[in-house]
């Protein structure tokens, strides 16, 4: 037996337990035959990539983006390609050089997947037509081999597309002859147009077609007679299938097989989005701090990011649920006075994109029963009273308050005001996560409401800073000399931040 | 060479207060992957690649050696296809592990090192190295010695920077890697260590780590003096030091978490 057959090599006596287990509706790994391996999502923090782990496989897609000329017969479309490799570290099969046949099978079946079946939008990726385009390039490199590699690319490829921002771009001069790229710092970088959510779920077939085993095991696919892959998405509608090699499948069992497909993807889109919800968090976390270490900013902060979005005070603890629920215990101190304040702001309405709105959710979600945060209505505010009220701040209730909340968020959405106002949601943010300093919180919070006020236009990117360090417990000038920065993380830990401030 | 100058100040601009001598924050995670015979995935703060060793197993044919093992590097980039500047690291890195690898002791056999640039902030090949080191010892593979490395950067005024992130390192003027190698000295008593003792509470004694004199392997690229040639040489030969302690640690944690204590 040589390396190579590594992964397509199985014993005579492990083919038969597999087949014998499957007569009983078993699996090796004690799943049943339909049953899929729960995937797990890893984002990175600078939007270019994504990992997913389905059992023991591993891959990881990297999204890369370059200004280039588009091809002549598409001018106004930005290029998409995938490159699917598979590492000699995955596998014993697996060997360096150029992709072989299966790495360019599983690389073509996600290019119709999610790019001929309309899934990401090409057309939002032009720059200037004819000219300069975004040209979109995904790297899927396959770091463990546990069986179904092509789902998990898949998967890893989708994933990273919905976590990746390209930079936003400003075209001026005539005739478009100048393009200015901003860099993450200056101004937020956009996520790609995403139309639908393909997923691709494999089955490997047995006994001449009649037994389907969804998400096989490298093991699994050794001792396999076929296989058959249906990419759907969570509207049941079929975006590509693939059955090319191996045993014929009857009709019935095909339609069996996309029946099953569908239900699958709802789940895992499901999966996904929560994965991204949370991975939004921490991104705003990174971004504050990557706010406070570069001072020399223009003043005029117009464009500057949404400060303080996320408060957190949520992105600390694990599930959105207990984020909101520290978030109303942090924040009863806060005087509710304040909440008063700024349900006049609940007036002003924002025509937002995507991105503001999904993470005005999140500010909703956090930092919302503070009363700071867009109330929707004044009944929020009560019960941010009654959570102060409330001395015992144990996790459980601040836990209902938040679930309480996240019911309303549908409706508080569109009610919201903030976004540019970015004081208004530093002011909420500081209300929530201060450290130490007790009463220069209040002028914080409170400069920060009046910024609210003042209207979108007024907000200072030094005011900002200002708060931001105050929250972080670090002097306005920077951490003092020979002081390890304070870690963001660190100080707004559940306990910490709501012993801490306040009292 | 003024390393240990407090920051930050007007003068020193290291991001987050870092003194101009101070690693970044090392994390290592042992036995991540499922199918190779020994995996780590070393981070350095913002930098992070995940290392694979497949071996000592039977070589291919055509590369087989009749007297020794043969040591395959692979290097992969985060993004994009390998190019020269990949292939030229496979060159050295394959050249430190052969200085490191008892390859007499496995004829026609190969050692495969799968390298994989998860995240890239400065300092790629010292993680990558690092993690190698690491991945070998996970997989069992006999060393001579174990090995640590650490990168440093030459700013613009003539400062030595140790462990640089990617906005230091593009602006440098010359930029260097030192690999180390070091073992620990088990014949010295607890108390009467007579080297600092780098690991707080140990239940064995606690082990200094001993960087040897001669670098395993080094790169330089830029314009230096000899001067700051032999001074980058030395600060990395600290900073190795510390990686060492470090790897020691983290080594006995998984240990144990693994034995099951």
Same mark, same amino acid.
């Given at each position: ?19 014998? !287990? ?46 280039? !000329?588009?091809?002549? #017969? ?76 092509? #789902? ?57 077609? #009649? ?293 | ?153 030459? &700013? ?41 003792? &780098? ?18 392997? &080094? ?43």
């Amino acid at each position: 037996m040589s390396q190579r057959d590594a992964d397509s090599f199985i014993s005579k006596n492990e083919r038969e337990f597999i087949l014998k !287990a499957l007569g009983e509706d078993v699996r090796l790994d004690g799943r049943r035959p339909n049953d899929i391996r729960k995937p797990k999502f890893q984002f990175s923090l600078d939007d270019r990539s994504a990992t997913v782990a389905q059992g023991s496989t591993r891959v990881m897609a990297v999204v890369s983006a370059a200004l280039e !000329a588009p091809y002549p #017969d598409r001018p106004s479309e930005g290029p998409l390609r995938f490159n699917v490799e598979f590492s000699p570290m995955a596998s014993p099969a697996f060997e360096p050089g150029k992709p072989g046949e299966d790495a360019i099978q599983v690389a073509r079946l996600i290019e119709r997947g999610l790019r001929q079946s309309g899934a990401v939008d090409q057309e939002a990726l032009c720059v200037v037509a004819g000219r300069k385009v975004w040209a979109l390039r995904v790297d899927c490199h396959v770091l463990d081999h546990g069986g179904n590699l092509l #789902d998990v690319s898949f998967l890893a490829a989708l994933a990273a597309l919905l976590a990746f921002r390209k930079p936003e771009v400003e075209v001026g001069g005539e005739s478009g002859s100048e393009i200015i790229v901003h860099p993450p710092e200056v101004r937020e970088p956009v996520p790609l147009t995403i139309h639908h959510l393909p997923v691709a779920v494999t089955f490997a077939l047995f006994q001449a077609g #009649d037994v389907l085993v969804a998400d096989p095991t490298w093991k699994e696919e050794a001792a396999a007679a076929g296989s058959c892959t249906v990419v759907m998405n969570p509207a049941q509608e079929v975006c590509c299938v693939h059955k090319a090699d191996g045993i014929g499948l009857s009709p019935e069992q095909f339609m069996r097989c996309v029946r099953l497909a569908g239900r699958q993807a709802e789940e895992v889109v499901a999966g996904l989005k929560k994965a991204l919800e949370g991975h939004e968090v921490a991104r705003v976390q990174a971004r504050v701090r990557r706010h406070q270490q570069v001072p020399g900013l223009p003043a005029e902060g117009r464009h500057v990011m949404i400060l303080g979005a996320k408060d957190p005070a949520g992105g600390a603890a694990p599930a959105p649920a207990a984020a909101s629920g520290t978030a109303p215990a942090a924040a009863a101190k806060k005087p509710t006075a304040a909440a008063d304040d700024v349900d006049e702001d609940a007036d002003i309405d924002d025509g937002t994109d995507e991105e503001e709105e999904a993470e005005r959710e999140k500010a909703e979600d956090a930092a919302a029963a503070a009363g700071t945060g867009p109330a929707g209505s004044s009944g929020r505010g009560a019960k941010a009273a009654q959570a102060g009220e409330d001395e015992d701040e144990n996790m459980d209730d601040a836990g209902a308050v938040g679930k309480q909340q996240g019911g309303q968020k549908p409706k508080a959405k569109l009610a919201g005001p903030l976004v540019k106002p970015a004081g208004g949601k530093a002011g909420g943010k500081a209300a929530g996560t201060s450290p130490g300093a007790g009463s220069k919180r209040g002028g914080g919070a409170t400069g920060g409401l009046q910024a609210n006020k003042r209207g979108k236009d007024n907000v200072g990117f030094d005011e900002l800073e200002a708060i931001a360090a105050v929250i972080a417990g670090v002097p306005p000038g920077g951490p003092a000399p020979g002081e390890p920065e304070p870690s963001l993380a660190a100080a707004v830990k559940p306990g910490k931040g709501r012993k801490g401030g306040g009292k | 060479m003024d390393v240990d100058k407090a920051g930050p100040g007007p003068g020193s601009a290291r991001s987050r207060g870092r003194l101009p001598a101070q690693l970044r924050t090392l994390v290592c995670e042992r036995a991540v992957l499922d199918r190779a015979d020994g995996s780590a995935k070393w981070t350095q703060e913002g930098s992070s690649v995940l290392a694979a060793v497949y071996g000592p197993r039977q070589a291919k044919l055509q590369k087989e050696d009749a007297e020794r093992a043969v040591v395959e590097v692979v290097f992969k980039p985060r993004a994009g296809l390998q190019g020269h500047e990949d292939r030229s690291l496979e060159l050295e890195i394959r050249g430190i592990l052969e200085g490191v690898i008892p390859l007499g002791m496995f004829p026609r056999t190969s050692v495969m090192v799968v390298l994989q640039v998860l995240q890239d902030d400065g300092g790629a090949l010292s993680c990558a190295l690092n993690a190698a080191a690491a991945a070998l010892v996970d997989a069992g593979v006999p060393l001579n010695s174990m090995f640590s490395s650490v990168s440093c950067v030459l &700013t613009s005024d003539r400062r030595l920077v140790l462990d640089p992130d990617a906005s230091e390192e593009q602006a440098a003027a010359a930029r260097f890697c030192f690999t180390y190698p070091h073992h620990f000295d088990l014949t010295q008593a607890a108390p009467a260590a007579a080297a600092p003792a &780098t690991s707080a509470s140990a239940d064995d004694a606690a082990a200094a780590a001993v960087v040897g004199e001669s670098v395993l392997g &080094t790169r330089c690229v830029g314009a230096f003096s000899s001067d700051e040639l032999l001074d980058a040489a030395a600060l990395c030969r600290r900073g190795c030091e510390r990686v060492a302690a470090f790897a020691r640690l983290s080594l006995a944690k998984s240990l144990q978490a693994a034995g099951g204590s």
